[in-house]
């Protein structure tokens, strides 16, 4: 369900509507090819022996019984790719720390040691039994804040420079250095924002509290998996990604090629949600396994292997102290944000900046002090999941600023309107919010929800409402910095756009696909889209940046504008009018003034074509995250621009518990969201039910299970997910702002709602139990054990 406030209204043919993905076709048929479903002549089956224990030196390893198995091509290990190091991160001062096989020591369950090719699966898998490891196990650590104790085992002493750093490629002349790690502190990020003192000592009430987030699982259907094809100093690989050029860099480096001679193939993405972006070990393995080989490799990871070897969510601990007026109003916010980042860096330094980044929008606070660890640990690498960094921060800070609100007698809803900030308002590291309806979506949500004659009216006995707030950017300056699209008219007059944006289930194709039709003024089955190859289209924001609409639609919006003018200028002579005279519509552009002036664009198409010997009508378009910025904020102060549109939503959802049992049932979730336009409306309400069915379930029952760095629950029979029985009724409240920047006012969509939503079911839980939870998740078990303390501390008082 699905409602729209709309400020302004302008009728569109494609745009705004709920027109059907153009992969729709393909996928529902069964004719979409997806990585597995690549099949090269001559190809090897790649295997990869993966580390039993946590923390061990590596004694010896013994692969001749392996090697001599009929059937093996190429058996390695850490030894064959020594001093290859890659990573999510890499700057000055922080080199990339991971290598794709292990070569003195391992640090987490599942790191690679050795790896095989052969001719069938089966002989790989049994080659792997065959390789003989010694190991010589050594102390571990699993939670961040052991992990910073001094006396705590050391997981990385010196991480050594690799060679030219990443910032060096592109004009920033700074040499990378060997970072010292201390404290297995592998990044810290100190932010400071007006007088932290002042603001407490104006404070009428100051409150202190602690949380603590769980480790989920991405959770895509489609298991990781490349093919990669080495041939005469070329490599051709298909794989599942959310970003072609992370991928081509990073293999590019480790292969030791030149950019142009790595091709990341188009292949369809079976599913995401940031855990397909940066390189991974069996990706460079395949690579590796081919050029020694010189045949294809193609390499699928087991389930089991998903979960233990490749990226999970960042589990986080948030100390919060905030100061407020009696009024509500926020004088200061300390906090402490504490990530651990798994065995290697991942995407810890900038998790930790992005818990402060997506904060700092929504509230107006005067005096912020901010400090973010990134801590190694023995568990398995974390990385990027929707929303990165904000579902952690807003469970802590939109919990406790309800708490807050019942403490100086407020309600949750005045406490945030109070504080919310505006359009308009420049925020401390100089991004200017263009378009903002926070504050509408505040009060449509409580409106819609009846959220004030429901609140508190049931404190205690099993029912209740909650509301969580957040913003999400809509792409940054990160590699590679902008998008350039491509739009090309053919003399029939349809259209072909080239985009490097990658389609995994947003509808991204789709939107782009809409732009255009728009734009040119042409049926939207006129234009079709080549996307998300390398070597075939120009370069795009890779979609993990969620710049998907706001940069990359506005680059094929730009080129098709391009395209179109160029158009109107041949229409004029064929016409006999001025271009500015000229408009399009239903394949034909005409006379505003005189519409029987007309002519079909494929007219126009083949006069130019023709007048200027063979010259095809190419549009081409350009747009970046920030305009004036060159480079990311930075990842130890947070200075710097970092977005040109933020998105922001306010959720609300319903929740009922059984208080004998524990059980959660939540009942409604509507959300209100500010995308800026909903280029498409179904869509986008997709993307927002998506998010609430996530966001529901790392709250109430997705949690990795490890012991001693092993997952315990590493498949989907004991990982739970909500199934299509658990969802609850949701409802979309579309805010439209219009973000001046955007294509027709667009802009983010696909990841900020979950936060809002991680909170909003937490503080309904609070309403529904009086129990407020500190952690995640909050499971049948967890309630029992809280309704039992407070029973307890009831009888003693």
């Known amino acids: 369900m699905q409602e729209t406030v709309t400020k302004e209204k302008e009728e569109y043919v494609y745009v705004g509507k709920g027109v059907p993905r153009v992969d729709g076709y393909k996928k529902v048929t069964g004719k979409a090819v997806y990585t597995v479903d690549v099949d090269l002549p001559g190809m090897l089956h790649g295997k990869i022996l993966r580390s039993p224990v946590p923390h061990a030196l590596i004694k010896s390893i013994d692969t001749s019984r392996a090697e001599a198995l ?164 070329k490599l051709d690989v298909w794989l599942s990604h959310m970003g072609p050029y992370m991928k081509r860099y990073w293999l590019a480096r480790t292969m030791g090629l030149p950019d142009s001679k790595v091709r ?12 397909k972006i940066d390189l991974f070990d069996y990706e460079f393995i395949a690579s590796y396994l081919s050029k020694i080989t010189g045949r294809p490799v193609r390499i699928v990871l087991t389930r089991k292997e998903v979960f233990q070897s490749t990226r999970l969510r960042h589990p986080m601990v948030f100390y919060v102290k905030t100061g407020v007026k009696r009024n509500g109003k926020i004088t200061a916010l300390d906090v402490t944000a504490i990530d651990d980042t798994g065995a290697y860096r991942g995407t ?29 640990t023995n568990n398995p690498v974390r990385v990027a999941m ?159 940046l969620s710049g998907g609409t706001f940069v990359n639609g506005r680059a094929v919006q730009l080129a098709a504008r391009n395209a179109k003018e160029q158009l109107l200028s041949y229409a004029s002579q064929i016409l006999g009018v001025s271009k500015e005279e000229l408009d399009v519509r239903d394949g034909e552009i005409f006379s505003v003034k005189d519409p029987s002036k007309k002519i079909s664009h494929e007219g126009v198409i083949k006069y130019a074509i023709h007048k200027s010997r063979g010259k095809q009508i190419v549009g081409v378009g350009h747009a970046t995250p920030v305009e004036g910025a060159y480079w990311y904020p930075s990842l130890r102060t947070g200075k710097g621009k970092f977005t040109g549109a933020y998105s922001f939503s306010a959720s609300v959802a319903e929740v009922e518990v059984d208080m004998d049992t524990g059980v959660v049932r939540v009942l409604k979730i509507i959300n209100a969201h500010d995308c800026g336009y909903p280029i498409n409306p179904i869509l986008v309400e997709g993307q927002a039910e998506g998010q609430g069915y996530m966001g529901m379930a790392q709250v109430l029952m997705e949690n990795i299970v490890e012991h001693d760095g092993v997952i315990l629950n590493s498949d989907f029979l004991e990982y739970k997910m909500p199934t299509a029985l658990d969802i609850p009724e949701m409802e979309t409240i579309h805010i439209e702002t219009r973000d001046p920047n955007g294509p027709f006012g667009g802009k983010e969509v696909g990841e900020g709602v979950i936060a809002g939503v991680v909170a909003a079911i937490a503080n309904a839980i609070y309403d529904a139990t009086g129990v407020r939870f500190h952690t995640l998740p909050i499971t049948p078990d967890v309630i029992l054990k809280g309704l039992k303390e407070k029973r307890m501390k009831e009888e003693r008082q």
């Open 264 to 275: 990341v193939h188009h292949a369809y993405i079976g599913g995401a949600f940031g855990g």
């Open 386 to 544: 929707r929303g990165h960094g904000a579902p952690q921060a807003r469970f802590a800070m939109e919990q406790q600023l309800d708490m807050i609100a019942e403490d100086i007698g407020m309600s949750p809803i005045d406490i945030r309107l109070i504080n919310v900030r505006e359009q308009g308002e420049v925020l401390p590291n100089g991004d200017i919010l263009n378009s903002c309806g926070l504050r509408e979506c505040i009060e449509r949500s409580a409106e819609r929800s009846d959220f004030m004659k429901k609140y508190g009216k049931n404190r205690g006995k099993g029912r209740g409402i909650g509301i969580g707030l957040t913003s999400m950017f809509s792409g940054a300056q990160f590699y590679p910095f902008g998008a350039t699209g491509v739009v090309l008219l053919h003399d029939d007059g349809s259209a072909t756009i080239f985009s490097g944006a990658v389609e995994f289930g947003q509808g991204s194709d789709t939107m782009m696909c809409q732009i255009v039709a728009e734009e040119l003024g042409i049926d939207i089955g006129k234009v079709s889209i080549l996307s998300a190859d390398s070597e075939l289209c120009p370069i795009a924001l890779d979609n993990w």
């Open 70 to 233: 009929p059937g093996v091509k190429a058996v390695i290990t850490g030894k064959d790719t020594q001093g290859i190091r890659f990573g999510f991160v890499e700057t000055p001062h922080m080199p990339a720390d991971m290598p794709p096989l292990a070569e003195d020591k391992v640090r987490y369950v599942g790191e690679a040691v050795a790896a095989v090719a052969a001719t069938s699966e089966r002989i790989a898998v049994k080659a792997l039994d065959l390789i003989e490891v010694e190991y010589k196990p050594l102390p571990a650590v699993f939670h961040p804040e052991k992990a910073m104790e001094p006396e705590a085992p050391k997981i990385h002493d010196i991480i050594p420079a690799t060679g030219p750093s990443f910032w060096q490629q592109w004009g920033v002349e700074r040499e990378s250095t060997p970072q010292k790690v201390e404290r297995n502190i592998c990044s810290e990020i100190h932010v400071e924002i007006g007088d932290i003192e002042e603001g407490f000592a104006k404070a009428d009430y100051i409150r202190e509290d602690r949380f603590e987030t769980n480790v989920t699982a991405h959770g895509a259907l489609e298991p990781h998996g490349v093919v990669a094809r080495y041939t005469r100093d």
């Open 348 to 376: 810890g330094p900038v998790v930790v900046y992005l818990a402060h980044a997506f904060s700092i929008p929504l509230y107006r606070i005067p005096n912020v002090n901010y400090k973010g660890y990134a801590v190694y």
